[in-house]
């Protein structure tokens, strides 16, 4: 275990540690450039635009300046650590507001906030040295008013410098909220390859304005906070630091003392600074981490075995290397004709499609996964959007005996009954195309037929148990497990399995379990206060407020991963429309029916789930933010790609398609993409 965990990390330091270390060089090169605008800025003065610019260039050479720099310099590495750390290539998109409320507390995100806050503070404690001024010390020398004029002059805290800092930290951790909220930490794959420097050049002025935008809306929502509890820490520092007031000017917890726009213009200055320095490395991170990388098809030298394109996908590598992986199979099947025909090339010697295999294998898995996932929604929303519980919980009702929580002999004797009726599908739970698809998806290797994500329907064909299915008995009441061979038997059930006269001992077996053990007195009180509770708390505003799901963040989550989907559609689509001309020993024909009926029964399961209530069926507009949305539309973007996928196998391959061993439902379905009636 040890050993495949530090394979993990050498492989993921070989790909990404040089990106890091090219992000965060470019990130402080680029901080002079911005440290040397907010000093003429901050400087500005355009009724003397020559003593202006004269002084903003001696400044730039000056000892505090360069020692600015550099304590910059330290930020921005802390920053890009936290980037690094906190990346992600699937987005988590809180469902309720609950669980939104639970991420901005979650204890790394605590953590995430309170460095932000702390490095926000460093920053703008350098602003306030470059601007120099009434900003640059926190401690003024001053005269208070009743003392006499020969007396000596007192220490006074400097309000302004106060509020510099305190606005720094509060910009510091709302750009951590912001971070949060806005998913900022993913790291979309761009559809058009670009240069790192035309995609950093485009997103540039976007990040100047975005900036200056945020900056504004962050410095007033610090001056209203101020305005209202600025009088806790101006005391609290005065009182540690035995500094005094001076009363002959405006305290800046007040409307007077708020509406100096010099005082403004210089906070939402600081602000500019700290984003545009902050995005930056943030831009440049996202720019260098979703870059393409080149995986060799086959090892030139026998150590670079684990790092292949074949062995990476049906490994389990740190998910943005599998994401990098099949973005690279995305491209090599469309652009590259010299890898394709590495990956329908044979081993010597043995003279097996060992690339084909492994590459086929991993894209249906993932496809395979995709349609049980989605089935099990669907299953999930016919019951009243009651989902299932995860594999291993049971469900105990009120009429349920205690014992029933351990998995004894009614478990054993439901298993047998299960493995008996393996063969026969609810007719309820899917339609024909699915039912008639479902063995190309057992074939299709990798796939957890055990999973929780998995079907009732699927895993009986399969011949598994699952104890959460509503169909097992073990979780009901005696009185529906004495009507559990009713849910799977039926006149043609008969006559696929012979005899009705095989379900007797089962159904005995099930009776004497369930009947075994009555629930106690206590645990039924239990139960129904329980149930009374549930009942009492749905009825309550508030709570239903924080507790109930928005149906377009469920949506977006069952989709947040797919453009792993989307990649794996558009190399196996490529590689098999290639291999009509380039597959020399036709080692793509063998597993060609499996991949039509992968593609086939992900299509009729994706046009079901946009049937759906609450199913958008139209895209939502994308404005042209800095921060990307666009996972919110991935579902329609897999729906476009399954489509193109299944068009342009059945273009190249023609009628030569009618030969090949799909289910009658699945041709009915080829004719009509053969005629383009789709």
Same mark, same amino acid.
């Given at each position: 275990?040890?050993?495949?965990?530090s394979?993990r990390?050498?492989?993921?330091?070989q790909?990404?540690?040089?990106?890091?270390? @090219?992000?965060? @060089?470019?990130?402080?090169?680029l901080?002079?450039?911005?440290?040397?605008?907010?000093?003429?800025?901050?400087?500005?003065?355009?009724?003397h635009?020559v003593?202006?610019?004269?002084?903003?260039?001696?400044?730039?050479?000056?000892?505090?300046?360069?020692?600015?720099?550099?304590?910059?310099?330290?930020?921005?590495?802390?920053?890009?650590?936290?980037?690094?750390?906190?990346?992600?290539?699937?987005?988590?998109?809180?469902?309720?507001?609950?669980?939104?409320?639970?991420?901005?507390?979650?204890?790394?995100?605590v953590i995430?906030?309170?460095?932000?806050?702390?490095m926000g503070?460093?920053?703008?404690w350098?602003?306030?040295?470059?601007?120099?001024?009434?900003?640059?010390?926190?401690?003024?020398?001053?005269?208070?008013? /009743?003392?006499?004029?020969?007396?000596?002059?007192?220490m006074?805290?400097? /309000?302004?410098?106060?509020?510099?800092?305190?606005?720094?930290?509060?910009?510091?951790?709302?750009?951590?909220?912001?971070?949060?909220?806005?998913?900022?930490n993913?790291?979309?794959?761009?559809?058009?390859?670009?240069?790192?420097?035309?995609?950093?050049?485009?997103?540039?002025?976007?990040?100047?304005?975005?900036?200056?935008?945020?900056?504004?809306?962050?410095?007033?929502?610090?001056?209203?906070?101020?305005?209202?509890?600025?009088?806790i820490?101006?005391?609290?520092?005065?009182?540690?630091?035995?500094?005094?007031?001076?009363?002959?000017?405006?305290?800046?917890?007040?409307?007077?003392?708020?509406?100096?726009?010099?005082?403004?213009?210089?906070?939402?200055?600081c602000?500019?600074?700290?984003?545009?320095?902050?995005?930056?490395?943030?831009l440049?991170?996202?720019?260098?981490?979703?870059?393409?990388?080149?995986?060799?098809v086959?090892?030139?030298?026998?150590?670079e075995?684990?790092?292949?394109?074949?062995?990476?996908?049906?490994?389990?590598?740190?998910?943005?290397?599998?994401?990098?992986?099949?973005?690279?199979?995305?491209?090599?099947?469309?652009?590259?004709?010299?890898?394709?025909?590495?990956?329908?090339?044979?081993?010597?010697?043995?003279?097996?499609?060992h690339?084909?295999?492994?590459?086929?294998?991993?894209?249906?898995?993932?496809?395979?996964?995709?349609?049980?996932?989605?089935?099990?929604?669907?299953? @999930?929303?016919?019951?009243?959007?009651?989902?299932k519980?995860?594999?291993?919980?049971?469900?105990?009702?009120?009429?349920?005996? @205690?014992?029933?929580?351990?998995?004894?002999?009614?478990?054993?004797?439901?298993?047998?009954?299960?493995?008996q009726?393996?063969?026969?599908?609810?007719?309820?739970?899917?339609?024909?195309?699915?039912?008639?698809s479902?063995?190309?998806?057992?074939?299709?290797?990798?796939?957890?037929?055990?999973?929780?994500?998995?079907?009732?329907?699927?895993?009986?064909?399969?011949?598994?148990?699952?104890?959460n299915?509503?169909w097992?008995?073990?979780?009901?009441?005696p009185?529906?497990?004495?009507?559990?061979?009713?849910l799977?038997?039926?006149?043609?059930?008969?006559?696929?399995?012979?005899?009705?006269?095989?379900?007797?001992?089962?159904?005995?077996?099930?009776?004497?379990g369930?009947?075994?053990?009555?629930?106690?007195?206590?645990?039924t009180?239990?139960?129904?206060?329980?149930?009374?509770?549930?009942?009492?708390?749905?009825?309550?505003?508030?709570?239903?407020?924080?507790?109930?799901?928005?149906?377009?963040?469920?949506?977006?989550?069952a989709?947040?991963?797919?453009?792993?989907?989307i990649?794996?559609?558009?190399?196996?689509s490529?590689?098999?429309?290639?291999?009509?001309t380039?597959?020399?020993?036709?080692?793509?024909?063998?597993?060609?029916?499996?991949?039509?009926?992968?593609?086939?029964?992900?299509?009729?399961?994706?046009?079901?789930?946009?049937?759906?209530?609450?199913?958008?069926?139209?895209?939502?507009?994308?404005?042209?933010?800095?921060?990307?949305?666009?996972y919110?539309?991935?579902?329609?973007a897999?729906?476009?790609?399954?489509?193109?996928?299944?068009?342009?196998?059945?273009?190249?391959?023609?009628?030569?398609?009618?030969?090949?061993?799909?289910s009658?439902?699945?041709?009915?379905?080829?004719?009509?993409?053969?005629?383009?009636?789709?």
């Amino acid at each position: 275990m040890e050993a495949e965990a530090s394979r993990r990390r050498a492989l993921l330091r070989q790909v990404l540690g040089w990106r890091v270390a @090219a992000a965060v @060089a470019w990130s402080v090169l680029l901080l002079p450039v911005c440290t040397a605008a907010f000093v003429v800025l901050s400087g500005i003065d355009p009724f003397h635009p020559v003593r202006w610019m004269s002084n903003s260039l001696n400044d730039l050479y000056t000892s505090y300046v360069i020692f600015c720099v550099l304590l910059m310099s330290v930020v921005i590495v802390v920053i890009s650590v936290f980037n690094v750390e906190f990346y992600a290539v699937v987005p988590s998109i809180p469902c309720s507001r609950l669980a939104l409320i639970g991420k901005i507390i979650h204890p790394r995100q605590v953590i995430h906030s309170v460095v932000h806050a702390v490095m926000g503070m460093l920053v703008a404690w350098c602003a306030t040295v470059m601007t120099k001024g009434k900003f640059q010390f926190l401690a003024v020398p001053c005269t208070p008013s /009743e003392s006499l004029g020969d007396a000596v002059p007192q220490m006074c805290l400097n /309000e302004y410098h106060l509020f510099f800092l305190l606005s720094g930290a509060f910009l510091g951790s709302s750009y951590s909220l912001s971070y949060l909220i806005n998913n900022m930490n993913y790291l979309p794959f761009p559809i058009i390859q670009q240069y790192k420097c035309l995609r950093f050049r485009r997103s540039l002025p976007l990040l100047v304005k975005h900036s200056c935008v945020e900056s504004l809306y962050f410095v007033r929502n610090f001056c209203v906070a101020y305005y209202f509890f600025g009088y806790i820490p101006k005391v609290w520092i005065s009182t540690t630091m035995d500094l005094q007031v001076d009363s002959k000017l405006h305290p800046l917890d007040s409307l007077t003392g708020l509406l100096d726009l010099s005082l403004f213009y210089h906070a939402w200055l600081c602000g500019v600074f700290l984003l545009i320095t902050w995005y930056i490395a943030w831009l440049l991170f996202k720019i260098y981490a979703t870059e393409t990388h080149h995986f060799p098809v086959q090892p030139t030298f026998a150590e670079e075995t684990d790092q292949c394109l074949p062995k990476i996908l049906s490994s389990n590598p740190p998910l943005i290397i599998k994401f990098l992986a099949l973005q690279d199979l995305m491209l090599l099947s469309q652009y590259s004709p010299v890898r394709r025909q590495e990956v329908f090339s044979l081993s010597q010697p043995g003279g097996h499609p060992h690339n084909w295999t492994a590459i086929s294998r991993e894209c249906l898995s993932l496809l395979s996964d995709l349609t049980k996932r989605l089935i099990t929604q669907q299953e @999930a929303a016919a019951a009243n959007g009651r989902a299932k519980q995860p594999a291993g919980e049971l469900k105990v009702f009120p009429q349920t005996p @205690a014992c029933c929580l351990s998995l004894g002999a009614v478990v054993t004797e439901d298993v047998s009954f299960q493995s008996q009726r393996s063969k026969i599908v609810p007719r309820s739970s899917m339609s024909s195309l699915v039912k008639s698809s479902l063995t190309p998806l057992k074939r299709s290797p990798g796939s957890d037929l055990g999973s929780p994500f998995g079907s009732p329907a699927l895993n009986g064909k399969m011949g598994i148990l699952d104890v959460n299915s509503p169909w097992h008995g073990s979780v009901q009441s005696p009185r529906v497990m004495r009507r559990q061979p009713k849910l799977w038997t039926s006149g043609s059930d008969l006559q696929v399995n012979g005899s009705h006269h095989e379900s007797i001992p089962v159904l005995s077996a099930a009776r004497a379990g369930s009947e075994a053990v009555q629930p106690s007195f206590i645990y039924t009180w239990l139960q129904n206060k329980q149930e009374q509770i549930k009942n009492f708390l749905s009825k309550r505003v508030l709570i239903m407020y924080f507790f109930s799901k928005h149906p377009e963040a469920s949506i977006q989550a069952a989709f947040s991963d797919a453009q792993m989907h989307i990649w794996a559609l558009g190399g196996l689509s490529h590689l098999v429309a290639a291999s009509f001309t380039e597959d020399q020993f036709g080692v793509v024909q063998t597993t060609l029916p499996d991949i039509l009926n992968t593609l086939l029964t992900l299509q009729e399961v994706v046009d079901r789930y946009f049937k759906l209530p609450h199913v958008s069926s139209k895209p939502p507009r994308i404005s042209g933010s800095l921060v990307d949305t666009s996972y919110k539309t991935l579902r329609f973007a897999l729906r476009a790609s399954l489509k193109t996928a299944l068009y342009r196998i059945t273009t190249v391959f023609g009628e030569h398609l009618n030969a090949v061993q799909v289910s009658t439902e699945h041709k009915k379905r080829l004719q009509q993409f053969l005629e383009y009636k789709e």
